[in-house]
């Protein structure tokens, strides 16, 4: 088995969100930074939709397996009548 770093988000709940992962430690650290300095220019709502990070999960609503459009998929495989 290989271990590739992964970049992980963490809200203030201590929750974790896998962003993606990196080849080796060399990319995962630039990758950091990117996100850091990012994070610092971006409003936090536009950098959690360019990382497709769920909008719950900076105020702590999301709980982990649940995804951000999951009751669009509810209502397309339920519809109501």
């Known amino acids: 088995m290989t271990y590739r770093p992964h970049l992980v988000a963490v809200n203030?709940?201590?929750q974790e969100f896998t962003l993606f992962g990196a080849s080796d430690p060399?990319?995962?650290s630039r990758k950091l930074e990117r996100l850091r300095?990012?994070?610092d220019e971006l409003p936090v709502d536009v950098w959690c939709d360019r990382y497709?990070?769920?909008s719950g999960f900076v105020d702590g609503s999301w709980r982990p397996g649940q995804l951000s459009h999951e009751g669009l998929i509810r209502r397309f495989l339920d519809p109501e009548p």
Do not use: T
């Open 37 to 39: 300095r990012e994070l």
């Open 26 to 28: 060399e990319e995962a």
């Open 12 to 14: 203030n709940d201590g």
């Open 52 to 54: 497709v990070v769920p």
